[in-house]
């Protein structure tokens, strides 16, 4: 996790997620600050590992969302992504690269923004999410996400990729996979609604139940409410534990938790204000690493 100095509303990437809103705030920085802490006290007190950086003194607001530009996944794989917007592009920091380094014993690292032709964009766990136990990778194709761009990567690390498209009640792409879709071990939460064409849906159904995984399907409300943008951790015992917002939560019905609480326990943070300016939710500050 990255502790932001520099957040706000970044009007270069809000042409392209719907999520963020430019609101006047005064002691802005202080507030989300508050968010920030609060989070890593809460994911400490469960006995979740968490390294935090401090940001830099480049003032970048998106920083806090860290997921975007790197990924270890299992087998100790290290990637860098090609981001869209230049002012993401410079949140790729090598201390953190070097860390990384260190501390997991990487075998392979691909930097995909050497392969990126001009305008393909790959945004790391935002525009893929992976099934790593079926080594199936999704993403919805947007100007964030090139799907040659992403089916050339799951080549490389020995993924099957499936894409489909996925639109907001607008009809506009929605911006980052993780919007609409969360694998878990055991089951899966995804707004299916938000897929129009009925032969991709009906895959992507498929693809998403295998192994048994259990389907808990989210309305446009609820993914309008980041209940897609969560995210599965094990704590220091290896037990399962989901991590979501407030207002994630707050949009799911009695029976959805039940079904979640079967077989994780439900972590709730506390982040309005990042959610409401930076269109990213508590999914998107977490960079989970495998190692």
């Known amino acids: ?25 005064g002691a ?32 970048l607001p998106d920083a806090v969302f860290p997921n975007n530009w790197f990924a270890v996944l299992p087998g100790n794989v290290l990637t860098i992504f090609p981001m869209m917007a230049e002012s993401r592009k410079r949140e790729v920091r090598m201390d953190i690269i070097e860390w990384i380094k ?17 305008d393909q964009f790959l945004e790391g766990t935002g525009s893929i999410v992976f099934d790593h136990d079926t080594k199936i990778a999704f993403a919805c ?14 080549r490389q690390i020995g993924y099957t990729p499936f894409s489909f498209e996925s639109l907001d ?8 996979t993780n919007v609409m879709l969360s694998i878990a071990t055991n089951y899966v939460l995804v707004n ?25 399907e989210l309305s446009y409300a609820q993914m309008n409410a980041f209940a897609a943008n969560v995210f599965e951790v094990q704590d220091e015992n290896g037990a399962s534990c989901l991590i979501m917002s407030s207002t994630a939560n707050e949009s799911l019905r009695t ?16 982040i309005p204000t990042i959610e409401k300016i ?7 500050m977490l960079a989970g690493i495998f190692c």
């Open 169 to 176: 009640l607008l009809g506009q792409q929605i911006y980052h």
């Open 278 to 284: 930076g269109g990213g939710g508590i999914r998107c």
């Open 1 to 25: 996790m990255i502790r932001p100095k520099h957040f706000g509303f970044n009007a270069e990437t809000a042409p392209t997620n719907s999520f963020q809103n430019q609101i006047n705030m």
């Open 102 to 118: 260190k501390n997991c014993k990487i075998e392979h690292q691909v930097d995909l923004r050497e392969l990126a032709k001009e």
């Open 28 to 59: 802005l920085t202080d507030q989300v600050l508050h968010e920030f802490d609060r989070v890593v006290h809460q994911l400490r007190e469960a006995k979740i590992r968490v390294e935090v950086f401090e940001d830099t003194d480049i003032p």
């Open 255 to 270: 029976a959805q938790i039940a079904r979640i609480e079967r077989y994780s326990k439900i972590i709730v943070v506390n």
């Open 141 to 154: 194709e947007s100007p964030r996400t090139s799907i040659s761009l992403f089916e050339n990567y799951c």
């Open 192 to 216: 299916l609604d938000s897929v129009e064409n009925q032969l991709e849906r009906s895959f992507l159904k498929l693809k998403l139940a295998q192994n048994g995984k259990e389907l808990i």
